[in-house]
Nanobody, 126 residues
Framework: QVRLVESGGGSVQAGGSLRLSCATS???????MAWFRQAPGKEREGVAG???????TYADSVKGRFTISKDNDENTLYLQMTSLIPEDTAIYYC?????????????????????WGQGTQVTVSS
């Protein structure tokens, strides 16, 4: 059974930074991993994805502010978030597909992801 365990969420003021972590198994070195988020009253949306060989993709709303990375030796996925704004407030989820690639323009389709973490809350105050 694949487990994804997020940590690092919290409450920060606008302009602040947080780093989320997602601890998992060696699947991180064999498939596309991504971060999604769900704000209150909104649908879950893709934030950033990283493919097997390191190709990165981001939602337009976080480009230049968020950075996705992974450590294959530590089996950990990261999301470094800077210049946070109140609109970034959401529950953040780590997800994994069963494929090496994230699917090009379809990477934000959550149906492509088979495994999910329980989520970690990020709250940004103005």
């Amino acid at each position: 059974q694949v487990r994804l365990v997020e940590s690092g969420g919290g409450s920060v003021q606008a302009g602040g930074s947080l780093r989320l972590s997602c601890a998992t198994s060696d699947i991180i070195s064999t498939r596309c991993m991504a971060w999604f988020r769900q704000a209150p009253g909104k649908e879950r949306e893709g934030v950033a994805g990283i493919e097997l060989y390191g190709s990165l993709t981001y939602a337009d709303s976080v480009k230049g502010r968020f950075t996705i990375s992974k450590d294959n030796d530590e089996n950990t996925l990261y999301l470094q978030m800077t210049s946070l704004i109140p609109e970034d407030t959401a529950i953040y989820y780590c997800a994994a597909t069963i494929w090496a690639a994230c699917g090009g323009t379809d990477w934000r389709d959550e149906n492509r992801y088979k495994f999910w973490g329980q989520g970690t809350q990020v709250t940004v105050s103005s």
